[in-house]
């Protein structure tokens, strides 16, 4: 893949490389050291100090993560958020990427008409911001203006209808759900680049083999393009257990009601910043955070060394 | 022969049903934002007519708001971030395949990594660092920030592009004598031009709808950017719903003009991208 | 095995008319080669016989079945791709027996299938590998294997040797040509290669533009070409042509006339004075000497020696090349003039369209 270095580069006085290298390299590390590397760094060096009102820090240890997973206060919003944030991921696994693989695969189907019409309007909400989509949604589910009800009357389902953000045991999973609605074009749109990639002979192979289309889907395609699945799947890992935009817009930092939509990302945030009744805690947000982090490298690790070895069996 | 037109009707029909349901609630917003109060209530689902259309939302939001502002600001940070991401990508990215040193491959592993590293979890730091920096409240704190953020995929994506320049035409100027960074400026970058799409895709939506940074760097109203603008003004006045429904309109609007006209060239960066 | 037989068959996409009035009789067990050049569309209608494509008008019958509206797997065919598409997330065993398990082959049966298929092709040591740690020549005999198995009426050939080098595309080709003896298969194989067409075809058909311009046996096509473009696609080097007009008919016949030759006596019949025509020769059967039916003469530009045959290009009066096969080792020089000269059993004529005229031979 990589070209083998060019000679003249090769045979240049080494001072002169250098001082090229520093001037090309030098901002972009700059900048990424400085602004991402570093401060993660010191977020995680901070989780390790405690601080009193008076701004004075100590070194407590991993004391800060024995209370965050251990003490009664803190404990228990922690893993509420952490539990909340698994079923968040979850269902964006279960209906999220399953819908992007089947909209993709209908729209890699050979012959289709108006293909760019279909991708360009279901693409379209992973462009608007978090904040439009998620006050949208909140009027449209509410029981104020009545539409989502007046939908679901029209097809005989208005007995289903209820005031779901507001309901502690549906709101988490409404946002969820939305939250699908938004990003489900990015599976589709990176699954379906991959199915293009693959032969067309294949497929025909498949015909004069007598599988039909949804066979070929099932036995052919699907196989194949197992290794985007796997890059959508940890992509979407990430970013859920990123995730606070969504949260915060529809339903503040508070992540109501009674902390049902509180995610890792709003719980970070409350209590890093502090809010109304809270005070900002520096260095237990700084914990939170280390955890967060600590979470996503379990995952992508996971990803990396298991998951992705098998995959490669599924390479061309 | 009929089978094969029933099994397409079949898929159309799926597919229409989706795109309905991914337009639909924005075409809803949008319609209704051009209606007085009592229609929105009484026919949400009616087009706006001669009897129910009105601009009283969008009133109060030019007035009540500095939205105009907002959009300003937004631009100013996309833009010049998405430049230097271009510009610092692209440098790095041919630094990186063209000087190749020992540890050229660890450098591109640690650049890397920040596709993966949720930048947002150094957020204490990085307020800590602009205060005492003095630029806590400012665009060019946001800059920065978005700028660190969008470089590792720039990088990455850059990165695959420079390798297929062909090898003749980086030494062909060399032979002739041309000191390097003129090589890069004017030889390399202009063949770069099909990666700003990919490059865009990934960069520019993400800082336009962000809001955690600005939620978090900037505290006067004059900082603010149009996704931070519209969820305060949203917060504010939840019961006018006219404001709200003119509000989120302005903010859907442009974005759907802008993305209908470069549809074509965005979902092909981002096919291109992914298939890397 | 069964017959195919294809009637008035068409393909249009959309205005574009890609395939016309196609009709072909294919009896059991012929080895037959569809040839021309790109875009002549034979790869369209062998995709057409396999079902991948659909038909415009006309029939398609396989063993007297009309199959138009039938799916590939209905059909009772197998193919083998340029590519050979073989499923990479499948070892080699799985590869041949997974459409089986479709059309609903006992797993005993497939076995049994397998087994045979890969004893014929040698691949008994390779059955549980994958396609990636597969060279090219075995990845053919794969894919080969897989079309084996389906014991289907009628074997499809889409280019299959084009992406082998050129030492394994011999040794395959005799593999094939084995593979047809010993299994007596009908097959359609296609091809760009006249080489190939010569020698693996019963018969060739030779297409150009969506039109067949010849079907017949190789030989025939070599020495009785119907018209010019399978006069100057068959044979390689291909044929020397001569542009001539009728300057008069006499008792002895008719005497033709051109800028690039000697006027020579036609025996033929049915040419009016006036005609014009085009005179084809080809490079072995031209000869240094100025004795002979046919004459023409020219410069050398260039000699390529191969070994036992060289092959001269002689500049011509027209400023057009002349290609010459010289046997043995005495060549001319560069800069010779030379004349050549052909018997008139070797001598081909065309009139204005292009059609062969029939010449009485001495």
């Known amino acids: 893949m990589a070209e083998p270095v060019s000679q003249l580069v090769a045979s240049m006085p080494r001072a002169r490389m250098l001082a090229l290298m520093t001037l090309f390299l030098g901002p972009a590390v700059a900048i990424y050291t400085l ?17 009193d009102p008076s701004g004075v820090f100590t070194f407590v240890g991993l004391a800060n993560f024995v209370t965050l997973l251990g003490d009664a206060v803190w404990s228990r919003p922690f893993w509420n958020a952490a539990y909340n944030n698994l079923i968040f991921f979850c269902v964006h696994m279960l209906v999220q ?6 909209l993709a695969g209908l729209l890699s189907l050979p012959g289709l008409k108006l293909k760019g019409f279909y991708r360009t309007v279901i693409f379209l909400p992973t462009m608007l911001s978090v904040v439009i989509v998620g006050f949208s949604w909140n009027l449209i589910l509410s029981p104020l203006w009545g539409v989502a009800e007046g939908a679901l009357k029209s097809v005989g389902l208005g007995a289903w209808f209820a005031p779901w953000m507001g309901l502690p045991h549906t709101a988490l999973l409404t946002l969820a759900l939305i939250s699908v609605w938004q990003f489900v074009g990015i599976p589709m749109m990176l699954i379906y680049a991959a199915l293009l990639n693959i032969p067309d002979e294949l497929t025909d192979a498949a015909r004069v083999d007598g599988l039909g289309q949804l066979r070929i889907f099932f036995h052919i395609k699907l196989p194949l393009v197992l290794p985007t699945i796997g890059m959508v799947s940890i992509l979407t890992f990430v970013g859920n257990f990123n995730a606070f935009d969504l949260i915060y817009s529809v339903k503040g930092a508070l992540a109501g009601p009674n902390f049902a939509s509180d995610i890792l990302g709003t719980f970070f945030y409350r209590t890093f910043f502090g809010f109304q009744l809270q005070v900002g805690n520096p260095t237990m947000g700084a914990a939170v955070a280390t955890v967060m982090f600590l979470i996503i490298l379990v995952g992508v690790c996971l990803y990396l060394f298991v998951v992705q070895r098998r995959l490669r069996r599924y390479s061309f | 022969m009929f089978e094969r037109q029933l099994k397409s009707a079949g898929v159309h029909l799926l597919l229409i049903a989706y795109s309905c349901l991914a337009v639909g609630p924005i075409l809803l917003v949008v319609m209704n934002s051009f209606k007085k109060r009592a229609a929105i209530f009484g026919s949400p689902l009616s087009f706006p007519d001669f009897t129910t259309f009105s601009l009283i939302g969008y009133n109060k939001v030019f007035s009540a708001s500095h939205v105009v502002l907002y959009f300003w600001n937004s631009l100013v940070v996309t833009l010049v971030s998405m430049s230097l991401v271009l510009l610092l990508g692209a440098m790095a990215a041919w630094a990186l395949t063209e000087y190749r040193f020992r540890w050229t491959t660890a450098l591109s592993l640690y650049l890397a990594i920040g596709i993966m590293v949720p930048i947002r979890l150094g957020s204490v730091a990085i307020l800590t660092m602009m205060r005492k920096a003095g630029l806590n409240d400012t665009l060019t704190a946001l800059i920065l920030v978005y700028v660190a953020q969008g470089l590792p995929m720039s990088i990455f994506i850059l990165s695959e592009f420079v390798q297929q320049i062909p090898r003749d035409l980086r030494d062909a100027a060399r032979c002739d004598g041309v000191p390097e960074t003129r090589i890069f400026f004017e030889v390399i970058a202009p063949l770069l031009r099909p990666a700003i799409a990919t490059v865009a895709v990934f960069t520019i939506v993400p800082i336009w709808n962000d809001l955690w940074f600005p939620l978090i760097l900037t505290s006067s109203d004059s900082t603010h950017t149009i996704t931070l603008g519209v969820q305060q003004f949203l917060g504010q006045y939840i019961t006018d719903w ?20 470069f549809s074509r060239q965005l979902i092909a960066g981002l096919t291109a991208g992914a298939v890397k | 095995m069964a017959n195919l037989r294809i009637d008035n068959l068409n393909k249009s996409y ?22 021309g050049p790109s875009g002549c ?4 209608l062998l995709r057409m016989i396999a079902g991948l494509d659909a038909v415009t008008s006309g029939d398609i019958y396989i063993g007297d079945r009309l199959v138009n509206t039938l799916a590939p797997a209905e059909r009772k065919i197998a193919m083998v791709f340029q590519s050979y598409a073989l499923y990479p997330h499948m070892d080699v065993r799985k590869n041949m027996t997974f459409g089986l398990k479709f059309t609903g082959v006992p797993p005993a049966e497939r076995q049994r299938r397998v087994t045979e298929a890969a004893r014929m092709l040698q691949l008994e040591k390779l059955l549980d590998r994958y396609p990636r740690d597969l060279s090219g020549g075995q990845r053919q005999r794969v894919a080969i294997g897989r079309a084996i198995v389906r014991e289907p009426d009628v074997f499809l050939f889409d280019e299959p040797l084009s992406n082998l080098d050129a030492a394994l595309r011999v040794s395959t080709r005799v593999e094939i040509a084995r593979l047809h003896q010993m299994l007596k298969a009908t097959i359609v194989y296609v091809t760009h290669d006249q080489v190939e067409a010569m020698t693996l075809a019963d018969r060739i058909v030779v297409m ?3 039109v067949i311009e010849q079907v017949g046996k190789p030989l025939d096509l070599y020495y009785e070409p119907a018209n010019l473009f399978v006069a100057g696609f068959i044979g390689s080097p291909a044929m020397n042509f001569f542009a001539a007009r009728v300057e008069s ?7 033709v006339v051109g800028p690039t030759m000697q006027p020579m006596t036609l025996p033929a019949a049915g040419l009016a004075a006036g005609a014009e025509l085009t005179i084809g020769v080809r490079p072995e059967h031209l000869a240094i000497g100025d004795r002979g039916d046919f004459l023409t003469s020219g410069t050398v530009e260039l000699v390529e020696r191969l070994g036992e045959a060289s092959f001269a290009h002689v500049a011509r009066a027209d400023k057009k090349r002349l290609v010459v096969e010289i046997r043995g080792r005495e060549t001319p020089k560069i800069g010779d003039v030379v004349t050549f000269a052909a018997g008139m059993r070797d001598v081909h004529v065309f009139d204005k369209g292009g059609r062969r005229v029939e010449t009485v031979t001495a």
């Open chain 3, 14 to 35: 959309g205005t574009a008319r890609v395939l016309a009035d196609i009709g072909l009789q294919i009896p059991d067990g012929e080895f037959v080669v569809l040839v």
């Open chain 1, 97 to 102: 990427n399953p819908i992007g693989i089947a």
């Open chain 3, 41 to 44: 569309g034979k790869s369209t």
């Open chain 3, 208 to 210: 150009n533009q969506g």
């Open chain 2, 242 to 261: 006219n404001s709200v429904l003119a509000a989120l309109s302005m903010a859907i609007l442009p974005i759907v003009a802008i993305y209908i006209v």
């Open chain 3, 249 to 255: 008919i006499g008792a002895g016949g008719a005497r």
């Open chain 1, 35 to 51: 602004f991402s590397i570093y401060p993660l760094i010191a977020t995680m060096t901070l989780s390790t100090y405690t601080s």
